[in-house]
C-alpha cells in the first residue's frame, strides 16, 4: 500500500513539471484532535511547504511537505491514577491541489502519504487533507482543515487553523 501512494505522488509531481509558473508558500497551523486522537492526545502544531504550479487561471497543483506534532495527554486509569500518553509526529508527503473559486476563497485538498517519525515509532499511513482558504492578502491566507493519517486500524486525526504565506 505504501508503495502505491509513493508512486501516485511521483506521478502526480510528473504531470506537473512541464508547468512553467509555480510558486512557494509555507504556512503554520494549531489543530484540535478529533476522533481516535482526541482520546490521547491535546492538541497539534504543524508547518507545511508547498510548491505550487499553476495549471489554469484557478487551478495549482503540486508538491507538499509538512511536519505534524501531536502532543499527548494524560489518560485517567480505572481504579485511579493518571499515565502520561506519549507525543506522535508525522511528516506527510503529498500531492496538493488548489482551486480559486472566487478571488477571496480557495478549496483544496493534499493527498499522500504520512510518515510516523516518534520516537516510539508510530505507525505511518494514507495522508489526507480537505481544506478551504481566504484570502486576506495578495500573498496570505488564512485558511480551515482537516488532517489526518489513516494507519490499518485507527486514525490521527485534527482540525487545523492556520496561515500561509506566499514567497
Known amino acids: 500500500m505504501k508503495k502505491i501512494f509513493l508512486v501516485l505522488v511521483v506521478v502526480a509531481f510528473g504531470f506537473v513539471a512541464n ?3 509555480g510558486q512557494f508558500n509555507t504556512g503554520v497551523n494549531l489543530g484540535l484532535p478529533v476522533g481516535d486522537a482526541s482520546d490521547f492526545t491535546s492538541f497539534s502544531v504543524g508547518v507545511e ?3 505550487l504550479f499553476e495549471l489554469s487561471e484557478d487551478f495549482q497543483l503540486g508538491p507538499s511537505l509538512e511536519y505534524f506534532h501531536y502532543f499527548g495527554s ?3 486509569l480505572i ?3 493518571t499515565r502520561d ?3 506522535a509526529s508525522f511528516l506527510p508527503i503529498s ?3 488548489r482551486y480559486s473559486v472566487s478571488d477571496k476563497f480557495v478549496l483544496g485538498a493534499n493527498l499522500g502519504y504520512g510518515i510516523g517519525i516518534s520516537p516510539d515509532a508510530n505507525d505511518g499511513g494514507f495522508y489526507y487533507r480537505p481544506l478551504v482558504g481566504y484570502k486576506v492578502g495578495e500573498n496570505t491566507m488564512i485558511q480551515a482543515a482537516f488532517s489526518g493519517v489513516s494507519t490499518e486500524g485507527s486514525a490521527t486525526s485534527s482540525i487545523t487553523l492556520g496561515v500561509v504565506f506566499g514567497l
Open 19 to 21: 508547468a512553467q509558473d
Open 49 to 51: 511547504v508547498n510548491y
Open 79 to 81: 481504579g485511579g491514577g
Open 85 to 87: 500518553i506519549d507525543d
Open 95 to 97: 500531492a496538493a491541489a
Open 74 to 76: 494524560e489518560l485517567d
